[in-house]
């Protein structure tokens, strides 16, 4: 995304985390791995942890997401220390990369989750 150069470098502030949630927060997204779709989820939140960090119970056993990755669908991550989305399914939590994570067209999105520029380009036509 244009809007957020620094997640195309691999890093980014809590600022930049706060704006991105803002946009796409209640979208749906899918995973994109080795060249297939995988997943589809409704992204409930963008937060500071990162793969290499956040570990869930896998298996009967902690591992990290980025390993899960590695593990699972054998890619190994380039920007483990990037935010990740998540989606809520009830009391569970899961947690996506945001580099094999694309946004699925055709959503309606809300004023505030447009940039100013899009939103100058739709009172211009």
């Known amino acids: 995304m244009e809007v957020f150069p620094h997640f195309l470098d691999c890093q980014a502030?809590?600022?930049?985390?706060?704006?991105?949630?803002?946009h796409i927060e209640g979208l749906f997204a899918?995973?994109?791995?080795?060249?297939?779709?995988?997943?589809?989820?409704q992204i409930s939140n963008v937060v500071a942890q990162n793969a290499r960090e956040t570990t869930f119970t896998f298996e009967d056993r902690e591992i990290s997401v980025e390993h899960y990755y590695r593990r699972k669908y054998n890619i190994r991550l380039e920007c483990p220390e990037a935010p990740l989305l998540t989606s809520q399914r009830g009391s569970q939590t899961d947690y996506f990369p945001m580099e094999i994570s694309y946004i699925l067209?055709?959503?309606?999105?809300?004023?505030?989750?447009?940039?100013?520029?899009?939103?100058?380009?739709?009172?211009?036509v």
């Open 105 to 124: 067209g055709g959503q309606r999105v809300q004023q505030s989750q447009q940039t100013s520029q899009q939103l100058r380009g739709m009172r211009e």
């Open 13 to 22: 502030d809590l600022r930049d985390v706060q704006q991105l949630r803002k």
């Open 30 to 41: 899918e995973t994109r791995v080795n060249g297939r779709r995988g997943t589809r989820f």
